[in-house]
């Protein structure tokens, strides 16, 4: 898919082939622009009670971006929309853990992908991301999170079965799952 | 050095034409879904000339366009732009497209895609800065520029917050400020209402003036009249070209190229079929001065009261499927400036509603309302009985109430169409069988049997939209709400889409539509005006498009029908709302003996869309 | 989820204050050190020194106190939660209250106090920088910041375009997004209510038509840029080029020696 896609971009091109096409700043735009929203309204409470554990559906807009138009668009899909978020609700905290979820998330599986863009390729694409996601979350938790918190690492390290890893499971299988059933349609729109 | 192409006196003085295709050929995709775009057009572009194209959707206008800017090079043929070949037998040009492509300009359909920053005095500057030019230079053309198109009051204000109509001014000015030797608009007017589009015209009268030359694609054909040239494409052919007088004299065959004629044009080819002694015309005062003397001195006008026709709401009232009762509603984040304010009608069940005002007067905010996606913040709405106030009411109400809203395709999300169609009837928790035999139907309504496993996204523009409204009957609503649902058809769709909504209103369906046209408004039973979120009339058309409420439709932006226009203009004395009734009225002015009472809104005339 | 919505991006303040004129590249970079620094308070000169500076930055503004509070507020929720968590996690100090298995210690009211409060003065540095900085200034500020980017051959140019064009976008998105909810709603769908399996359910329709309106968009948008001309960043010039006063090398340079100092009293 990757592929197609990209030779797509430059058929009947009347434009020197050098750095990004418009075409692909364009579409990576909208896409951040997808991503955006869904962090701004689209998120919701992921376990009903628990408010603060808000589940936001921008990771699968960069893992389609990932899929579609390879491993460079889905980075630039999984940090800017992120960016827009520096003064609201997360600030430095809440944007740099975003970024790292997602990031580690959508890079390996695309690359996968890009490899292999098979069903099978897809698959074992969200597997490995998924794995590397859950430790880059963990780490990244263990490393950060005590400098906002007076709470010394060990408690941080001590919330890792109880919070962080249940949490965390649940969101990568939601992305997952979501980026499956989002994919199938989607797919026709890109090629025509 | 960018730019500074434009003063070439040298390439500016050599020609004659600015853009010359020679039997071009383009294609999209390849293998089984290959799509001939272009198929050997031979077109040739005059300096200073104002062209029209037209054509049905997806003959291949946009694509032309694209290739007279310099956006796709063909597969076939030969390219010259500004007299320079940019595409031929050795291949792509890459310099000489850029050249070009500074010097053309492009606007085109959706002004949202077109304007590419957050303040409008930027996105001006956009294009400039691209050209590389020097700061005070972007300056002295972004003023010139806002001024040429009215909008300098708008120049630090944000674009995504302005009407359509102001938007597609700006992209205008976007283009304009690059100092373009050729203009192509590529349906600029396609989304706009009425006001809109004749800023629009407007604009391109004076450019024309100023020597621009200007390539105009559109739906309309009335702005085609005002073109040096008219192409109509078809198929990825140029199929007619000349004049507008010309192209619109082949009354037959336009038909079958998904276009009509003129109004003007139709009226003549009626009253000569008709026996009556007048030129065929596309030239409405021409047509004008010959009735003028076929009808000899005009009658003193009976002013049209009562008796000439009797409203609707005189005949027993059935039960009302809506009543919108003293409503107001406000946007959370709009500093407190109403989107409805104190807004009260009925409408009587199985009636059919037309609703016209100008862009930001309220009209889809009222629609929302009555599909109970929301609940006034004043007064209340009552549909079928139910009253919106409470969340548990307006969730019964959905899917009882269809609402088709501006560009529905937009909505389409599943991975085939019959999937899509069936969302609405599944989430009512129809039994699979009746899902399917409701989606059946309703495709078969709109004419897309046999596409049932194709995905929506692979359908062209036109069917997507019909796709989309499938989805909605196929609920089988007593109630069908549609907002503008024929914007940006061409006249074969639009008439389709009609012929679909008078037959589904025959089936005792009631329809309140919102539409930009005079003359659709005038074929539906009950008229409502809005003007600035207030009801300004509502009633039969009869009472609402009278030569009485000229002044003040024209007040909110609006208009009368062409009909109506024209007998004023004639000085009949009856009002007629349709062509037919139109031309029974001039008929019966000059020959009393065989005439015929015209009947308002009841002559019914598809074409006349 | 949220009903018809329109999203004000950038909640940009017209003034003309010092932090109004100031450079947006030595703004940013001054807002993100200060931002970095709270991680360095931990004493109680330390947290009055910032909040000092901080507020003496909101006077310079001008801005109305209300305004930064309004965009402080939405940081709120997550303050009582870490303060909650600080609260109950943190056992040093003294003992105050114990209630069955939840004890609060001194060291806990502490923390409480300390990491609520200098998140704020990050939070309000930020929303000065919003406040003051129109979105192109931002744009062009992180232009600026990609610039080493483009010197590795890396696109930065074409990303700050992509920022600017997704600035651009959101409003535009979001009406349509709040359209899809609408239109699904209204065919008996698109809402977001009980089991999580439901409420994924329903976010799927949604995101397939907003992605694939935002292609739509997108064929849009690349050919107008192609229209306009826009050939990457190189070729352009800037109507209002960036260049940095003395006030500008000024304010860095008193950064600095805000953050040595912060250091300093720890
Ligand atoms: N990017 C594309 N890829 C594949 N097919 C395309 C593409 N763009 C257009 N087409 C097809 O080429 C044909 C001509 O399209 P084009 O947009 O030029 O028609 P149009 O006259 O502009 O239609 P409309 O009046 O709806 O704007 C159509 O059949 C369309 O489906
Ligand atoms: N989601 C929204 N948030 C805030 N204001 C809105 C929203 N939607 C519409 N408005 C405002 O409410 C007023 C009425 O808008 P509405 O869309 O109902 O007008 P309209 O008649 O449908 O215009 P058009 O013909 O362009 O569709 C306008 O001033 C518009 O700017
Ligand atoms: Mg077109
Ligand atoms: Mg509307």
Known sequence: MASNISTRHDTHSTTASSGWSTKRIAVTALFCAVAAICTLFIEFPILPGVTFLKYDPSAIAALVAGFAFGPGTGSVVSVLPYLVHLATESGLYGTFMAIVATLSLVLPASLVYQRH??????????????????????????????????????????MIVPVLLPFNLLKIAINCVVTALVYKPISKALES | MPGAGYTQPASADAMVSVASLSHVTLRYGDGPREVVALNDVTLSIAKGERLCVLGANG?????????????????????????????????????????????????????????????????????????????????????????????QDYARSDPSRLSGGQQQRVAIA???????????????????????????????????????????????????????????????????????EQVFSHGDDLGSLGLEMPFTARLSTTLRDRGLDVPWTCDDDVLAEALADTLGPKQARVDADGQ??????AEP?????????????????????????????????????????????????LMRLICALEAPDQGRIVVNGIDTATRRNRRQLHGKVGYVMQHPERQLFAETVLDDVSYGPHNMGLAPEEVRRRCDHALALVGLVGKEDASPFQLSGGQQRLCAIAGILAMQPDTLV???????????????????????????????????????????????????????????????????NKQMLHDAGLGLPDALNWALRLGLSEEPLSMDALVDAVMHATRPTISKAPSGAKGVDVRGV | MFVAFRLKMGQYWPGQSILHRMDPRAKAACALAIMVSVFFV???????????????????????????????????????????????????????????????????????????????????????????TTPTQLTDAFDAGLAPLSRLGLPGHELAMVFSLMLRFIPTLADEASAILDAQTSRGGALAEGSVVRRVKAVVPVLVALLASSLRHANGLSRALDARCYEGGATRSHWHPLHMEVHDWLALAVTVVYVVVLILLG
């Open chain 1, 117 to 158: 863009t098979t069903m099978r390729g897809a698959i074992t694409g969200l597997v490995v991301g998924a794995v590397v996601c859950l430790a880059a979350v963990i780490l990244a938790n263990i490393v950060v999170t005590p400098l906002y918190m007076g709470a010394p690492r060990e408690t941080v390290i001590g």
């Open chain 2, 59 to 151: 003959s291949g206008k946009s694509t032309l366009a694209s290739v007279i800017c310099g956006l796709l090079a063909p597969d076939e043929g030969t390219v010259s732009l500004l007299g320079r070949e940019v595409f031929g037998a050795n291949g792509v040009d890459i310099d000489g497209y850029r050249l070009a492509r500074h010097e053309i300009g492009l606007v085109f359909q959706n002004p949202d895609d077109q304007i590419v920053t957050s303040i409008v005095e930027e996105d001006v500057a956009f294009g400039p800065e691209n050209l590389g030019l020097a700061p005070d230079e972007i300056g002295v053309r972004v003023d010139r520029e806002l001024r040429r198109v009215a909008m």
């Open chain 2, 174 to 244: 976007g283009a304009l400020a690059m100092e373009p030797r050729v203009l192509v608009l590529d349906e600029p007017g396609a989304l706009l209402d009425v006001r809109g589009r004749r800023g629009i015209m407007r604009v391109m009268d004076t450019l024309h003036r100023d020597g621009v030359t200007i390539v105009h694609i559109t739906h309309f054909v009335e702005e085609a009249l005002a073109a040096d040239r008219v192409v109509v494409m078809n198929h990825g052919h140029v199929m007619l070209e000349g004049t507008p």
């Open chain 2, 308 to 313: 000439a026709h009797e409203p609707q709401a």
């Open chain 2, 317 to 365: 009232a059935p039960r009302t499927a809506i009543q919108v009762d003293r409503v107001s509603y406000t946007y959370h984040d709009t500093d407190g400036r109403n989107a409805l304010d104190d807004v009260s009608f009925p409408v009587a069940q199985g009636a059919s509603v037309a609703i016209v005002g100008q862009t930001g007067s309220g009209k889809s905010t």
């Open chain 2, 482 to 548: 549609l907002d503008e649902p024929t914007a940006g058809l061409d006249p074969r769709g639009r008439a389709q889409l009609e012929r679909i909504l008078d037959d589904i209103h025959d089936h005792g369906v009631t329809i309140v539509r919102v539409t930009h046209s005079m003359n659709v408004a005038a074929r539906a039973q009950q008229v409502l005006v809005l003007s600035q979120s207030r009801l300004l009339m509502q009633g039969a058309p009869q009472d609402v498009f009278c030569a009485a």
């Open chain 3, 42 to 132: 931990h004493s109680v000169p330390q947290l009055a020194f910032a909040w000092a500076v901080a507020l003496a930055l909101v006077a310079l503004s001008r801005i109305p106190v209300g305004k930064v509070l309004e965009s402080v507020l939405p940081v709120v929720a997550m303050l009582v939660i870490l303060a909650v968590c600080n609260l109950l996690l943190v056992r040093t100090g003294s003992t105050l209250v114990r209630l069955g298995p939840l004890t609060i210690t001194s060291g806990g009211v502490w923390a409480a106090v300390l990491y609520s409060l200098r998140l704020v003065a990050a939070v309000m540095a930020a929303a000065l920088l919003l406040l003051t």
